[in-house]
């Protein structure tokens, strides 16, 4: 069985599962990253998804294993699933023509967003919602700011605005509008405009747009403000580099035979999968001060 990357290449199932294998059931590389995981997520767990997550887009097999790897553990540490269908986050590999290489980005998603708010102590309740043409709407900001909007509630009409709400604990309500020509201007500026969730769930990432703007007013955890701040980077085409941690993920091995005799990522994913619920990462809860660790 073969798998074509973006770039047309042919890549064989087996250098796939070689190249992914070879890195994270490396006993070093397991012993490196089991001081950067959640305690109660296994490194084993770890890296049955990061197979299932190349299976899913084997375009992420030009991406450098470090990238990867360091996306994965991102989105591990603040309790979020990858590309699951549960609209968490995404990881888009991204071209860098400057270094010649391919790095993977984490896309934080709309849903994703609202469960890291909803986390929060201040949070009580989180809305989006788009106007499309046709509708009633009208917003007005100032010492009284006020929003009114009558949909129409046709899903066929051009999509005008979007907008998100805060319900805050203490009883305030805060919310912020978008254009549809301001939420445009951030997808170009995206270095993963013309791929993943911006091209398959344009809806959802433009309610995550004005909501991830609204949300600096909300207070997070360092790790979750962290992946909101890597999400803008990646919209505004700059590396996430510059807020992920640059632990020293150690080499990948070059030589398989030199590892000792360990279950295959198959069966790994295969029991992965039967115990993940919708939480992800093997049923993991919300990460807190107490099950997490910085990375």
Known sequence: MVNTTSSGQIVKRASVTDKIEGWVNDPAFQSRIKSMLPTIIKPERFAAVALTSVSRNPALLECTPVSLIRCLLQAATVGLEVDNGLGHAYLVPFRDRKAGTTECTLILGYRGLVQLLHRSNAVSAVYTQVVREGDA?????????????????????????????????????????????????????????????????????????????????????????????????????????????????????????????????????????????????GGMPPATAENTRPV
Do not use: C
């Open 137 to 281: 709407f009208d917003f007005e900001l100032g010492l009284e700011p006020k929003l009114v909007h009558r949909p129409k509630n046709d899903p066929d009409q051009p999509m005008l605005h979007a907008y998100a709400i805060l319900h805050m604990k203490d009883g305030t309500k805060l919310f912020d509008v978008m254009s549809r020509a301001e939420i445009e201007k951030v997808r170009g500026r995206s270095r993963a405009s013309a791929s993943g969730p911006w091209v398959t769930d344009f809806v959802e990432m433009a309610k995550k747009t004005v909501l991830r703007r609204l949300a600096k007013l909300a207070p997070m955890s360092v790790e979750d403000q962290r992946l909101v701040t890597a999400d803008e980077l990646a919209d505004a085409g700059r590396a996430q580099q510059e807020v992920f941690a640059t632990t020293d993920l150690g080499p990948a091995p070059d030589d398989p035979a030199e590892r000792p005799a360990m279950p295959s990522l198959a069966q790994q994913a295969s029991e992965g999968d039967a115990a993940t619920d919708d939480n992800g990462w």
